[in-house]
C-alpha cells in the first residue's frame, strides 16, 4: 500500500468516516457503526475530521465521494452493499468514479460458499454481491455475502464496507486495520478516562486548571451526564508505548488532585465499582424505592455477581405499600407526607430491617409530570440512606422531566453509596 503524502504528525492524515442508509437519516436506527469505527481507529492515533451520514441516493454519495477524494486520507464507507433496490453505495462509486460493475469470479465463489455454509438456498439476486466496481480490489468477507471494496484514488485509501454491524467489525479488525497500519507510521494515539461523581463540571474544570498538572501534550475532554463527570485524557506519541506513558503520568498528577470524586477508569461502571467495594467490606445491600421506581435496583443487579450483596429491591409505590412492606408509620405519612425526609429515612431503616441488610437505600418524591404541589413541585425528591443502624437523609431539587427525575434519583443514590461504602 503506498504511504500518504503527509507531515510529520498524525493529525495530518484526513480521516471521513460515511454510513449510509435512510434508516441512520430517519432516527429509526441508532449510528452505532460510526462510533465504533471511530473508536476502532483511535490507537493508530488517527481522529475522523468527518462523520456523515447519508440517506440512499446514488446522486449525494457521490458528491461526496468526489469530494472525500480529493479532501481526505482515508476514507470509510458503511452500508448499502446489499443486493436490494436500497442499497446504492456500489452504483455511487461507479458514478463518482465514472467506471462500471463487472462480476468478480472469487466474490461470486465467496457469495456461494456462504449460503452452502449455512445450509440455506441462494436466491438469484445474491449474485449480485459479486458485482464490484471495475478497479476496486475485493476483499473476501467471511462473514456474509457483501465482499469489501477497496481503491487507491490519489493520495486516498477508500474501503467500502457492509453496514451489518457484526460483518463491519471483523472486517475492521482483520482486513482494514492490519492496512491501514502499514500506511500510519507516523504516531500512536493512547487514551484514558477518569470517571468522577460528586462534582460538577465546572468545579472539576476549575480544580484540574489550578493544578496545573496537565502537560501540553496531554489533551483533556470534560464529559458530563446525570451526575457524573467524565475527564478523557489523550495523548500521541512515536511509539504506543510513549503515547500511554504520557497519559499515565498525567493520570497519576490528577488523582492527587481530584482522586476523591475518582471512582474508576475507562469502561468501570459506578456500579461495578461499589459492588467490589461492598463484596471487600463483606456487606449486604437492600433498596426501597417509590418514585424511582426501582431503577436504582437495576443498575444494581445489572452487575454479574450482585446476588453476592444485593439482597432485594422493594417499589413500595403506594403509601399502604410503604406501610406495610417498610414499616413506615401512618403517623409519619398523615404528617409529613409521602414525599419527606421523615418518610425517606424510614423506608431505608426499614428495608433493613425487613431484608437483614447492613446497608438501605430509598427514595420517594414527585417524579412529575403531575402531582406538583407549591410546597412539593415536581422534581423534589427525597433519598434515604441507613448504614449499620444510622440513617441519613438527603434533599434533591431536579426539576426535570419524569424519565430524568427518576435516572436522577437513582444515580444520586448509587453515588451516595459509593461514597459511603469507600469510606467505612
Known amino acids: 500500500m503506498k504511504n500518504p503524502k503527509i507531515s510529520d504528525t498524525v493529525d495530518a492524515v484526513k480521516t471521513i468516516i460515511i454510513t449510509v442508509g435512510a434508516e441512520l437519516t430517519s432516527g429509526h436506527t441508532i449510528n452505532t457503526n460510526a462510533a465504533w469505527m471511530a473508536k476502532a481507529l483511535e490507537p493508530l492515533g488517527l481522529t475522523p475530521e468527518r462523520v456523515l451520514t447519508l440517506r440512499d441516493d446514488v446522486a449525494v454519495l457521490a458528491r461526496e465521494i468526489r469530494s472525500a477524494v480529493k479532501t481526505h486520507d482515508i476514507i470509510l464507507i458503511t452500508g448499502g452493499l446489499g443486493p436490494t433496490h436500497d442499497d446504492v453505495t456500489k452504483a455511487a462509486l461507479v458514478k463518482a468514479f465514472k467506471t462500471r460493475l463487472v462480476r468478480d469470479g472469487g466474490a ?26 471495475e478497479g476496486f480490489d475485493v476483499i473476501r468477507n467471511r462473514y456474509g455475502t457483501a465482499p469489501c471494496l477497496y481503491k487507491e484514488a490519489g493520495k486516498a485509501s477508500l474501503f467500502a464496507l457492509p453496514g451489518v454491524p457484526f460483518e463491519m467489525k471483523k472486517l475492521m479488525k482483520t482486513e482494514v486495520i492490519p492496512r491501514l497500519k502499514k500506511r500510519v507510521s507516523t504516531g500512536f494515539m493512547a487514551r484514558t478516562t477518569l470517571r468522577t ?49 504520557a497519559v499515565r503520568s498525567v493520570a497519576r498528577k490528577l ?81 409529613y407526607g409521602a414525599v419527606s425526609a421523615q418518610t425517606a429515612a424510614q423506608m431505608a431503616r426499614g428495608v433493613c430491617a425487613t431484608s437483614g441488610a447492613d446497608i438501605g ?21 427525597y433519598i434515604g440512606l441507613c448504614c449499620n443502624g444510622a440513617v441519613e437523609t438527603m434533599e434533591l431539587n431536579l426539576g426535570m422531566d419524569r424519565n430524568r427525575n427518576q435516572q436522577r434519583t437513582s444515580s444520586e443514590m448509587l453515588a451516595w453509596l459509593w461514597r459511603v461504602a469507600r469510606d467505612l
Not at 110 to 117: L, N
Not at 201 to 222: F, H
Open 108 to 133: 461470486l465463489a465467496g457469495v456461494r460458499r456462504f449460503f452452502r455454509g449455512i445450509d440455506r438456498p441462494m436466491a438469484p439476486v445474491n449474485e449480485e454481491q459479486a458485482d464490484v466496481p
Open 361 to 381: 437505600l430509598s427514595s420517594t418524591g414527585v417524579a412529575g409530570p403531575g402531582g406538583g404541589t407549591k410546597e412539593k413541585p415536581v422534581g423534589l425528591v
Open 197 to 245: 461523581v460528586g462534582i460538577g463540571e465546572s468545579a472539576l474544570y476549575t480544580l484540574v486548571e489550578e493544578s496545573g498538572v496537565v502537560d501540553d501534550n496531554v489533551e483533556l475532554a470534560y464529559l458530563p451526564y446525570f451526575g457524573q463527570v467524565d475527564i478523557r485524557l489523550s495523548a500521541t506519541g512515536e511509539t504506543s508505548a510513549a503515547a500511554r506513558r
Open 255 to 335: 488523582d492527587r488532585v481530584v482522586g476523591q470524586y475518582v471512582f474508576g477508569r475507562d469502561e468501570q461502571t459506578l456500579e461495578e465499582v461499589t459492588g467490589e467495594i461492598l463484596v471487600s467490606r463483606g456487606m449486604k445491600l437492600a433498596s426501597a424505592e417509590s418514585c424511582s421506581g426501582g431503577l436504582f435496583a437495576s443498575r444494581i443487579t445489572s452487575v454479574s455477581g450482585a446476588s453476592g450483596y444485593f439482597l432485594e429491591g422493594v417499589v413500595a409505590y403506594s403509601n399502604q405499600a410503604k406501610v406495610k412492606r417498610l414499616k413506615v408509620k401512618q403517623s409519619t405519612l398523615d404528617r
